[in-house]
């Protein structure tokens, strides 16, 4: 008969078998989602105003032709802060992708502030300010031109104003753009979700989310 194996746990000679299944508790998503990291959010819905829209098991969102992206069950008490990307690979016009957060089916349309700094690849630079928007401008794109936009919402499940930071490499037909972006909502709302959408037309692409803890 095999003699049973140990090993030292720091304190006392314990059994591999019982380290084992201590290594399999550390694996274990409870473990994974109470501990400091960032991870794939998998949203629970997409659904698009027109085109289609799907969700991958891994999490990500694709659509194509849509009018409007909303995701939903993607913000929830498991994380604090969450990343953001979102990649239109065309539209059916030059467009500007904007964004909204959700909650039980419905886009908060009021109450946004935002200020963004960037350049033009003709080098001259553009300020979009606004203290009482209805959304966010993550993102302007083109037929056959990539929008990547990648940003940080900040707390969005809690009960209290949200902040978004982030940044966007895109294009349309007239010139490149880089811009820098801060926005902040100021309805005091646990949020679930959000929307995007070009401001005509439709969009192509993908979406992605990760979430993470601060502590």
Known sequence: MPKPMYVWS???WVSVASEVESLANFATQSYADNTPAM???????????SGSGSVATQGTVSFSGASSVSINGCFSSTYDRYVINVDCDSASTNIDVLFRLRVSGTDASTNYSYAGAGYRATGTGFNPVSTSATNVDIGRGGTSYVCHSTFQAIDPFIAAPTVLLGQFGSKDSAS???NNF??????STSYTGFTIYPNTGTITGNVRIYGYKIG
Do not use: E
């Open 39 to 49: 991870r794939m959010i998998v949203p629970s819905s997409v659904a698009v105003g």
């Open 182 to 187: 801060g926005a902040y909502h100021s309805d």
């Open 10 to 12: 720091g304190t006392a």
């Open 176 to 178: 490149t753009f880089i």
